[in-house]
């Protein structure tokens, strides 16, 4: 496949576009778009299939001796390019039988016009990039408390890339890193209607309806100080476990 975008070998070559976060992985058909319009094909590095492996993997078998992958990040928070390197660079490593060129942008496109100017700037994977285990990532964190923030179709749409933005703008504000709350995006977390939904453990508190303000209150009220914000709260009805023992 000889793709449009700059920089990229022309002889059996490939072009993949990622998406880095829970936001691409939502805006599926924007990506799909815009990876039609490069002649390139898709994979997500979190939150969604084809993962990147599996894609890389399915290009490989396919011929391709040459793929150019670039980072695409649409929403306003996910991972660092770094770790798109270290991604393929392990998959690179592990790959049994032929090994295409990976060719890695650089930076990542932080919108659909921006991927033939990041295509133009690559680092081939060489096997010698950092892995995928630290000393650092080896114990369970000792934060005080989780924000699980949901990240599913509805929750996007009603503005959960908005309300994700501030909650870590606020937590910034007050002093709170990761070792006080660790913030996490997920998948559907079910009472949809309420969107955008965040919960927070371990304390077994859900709010609904999560705008900017919202979202600020919930971190100067209740994960700084203590009271849950009860305007957004929604009810928990929590079901006992059954008494197998009797």
Sequence with gaps: MTSPVPGAPARRSAVLLVGMSAGEAVRRDELLRTAASHRASIAFLQQADPSLSAELTRLADAG?????????????????????????????????????????????????????????????????????????????????????????????????????RALVQKLTEQGLGDDDVLVTQTGCQFPCNQAPVVSVQPDDIWYGRIDPAAAGRIVTEHLADGRPVESHRLPRHKKEQADHHS
């Design 64 to 164: 391709a001796e040459t793929v150019v992958v670039i980072g695409v990040r649409l929403a306003a928070s996910g991972p660092a390019q770094s770790w798109l390197r270290r991604i393929a660079a392990y998959w690179w490593r592990e790959r049994a039988g032929h090994r295409p060129e990976l060719l890695v942008a650089t930076r990542l496109a932080d919108s659909p016009d921006a991927v033939a100017t990041v295509a133009a700037a690559t680092k081939a994977i060489t096997g010698d990039e950092p892995g995928l285990t630290s000393a650092a990532w080896e114990d369970v964190p000792g934060h005080r408390h989780q924000v699980l923030v949901c990240r599913g179709p509805r929750c996007t749409a009603k503005g959960a890339e908005e309300g994700l």
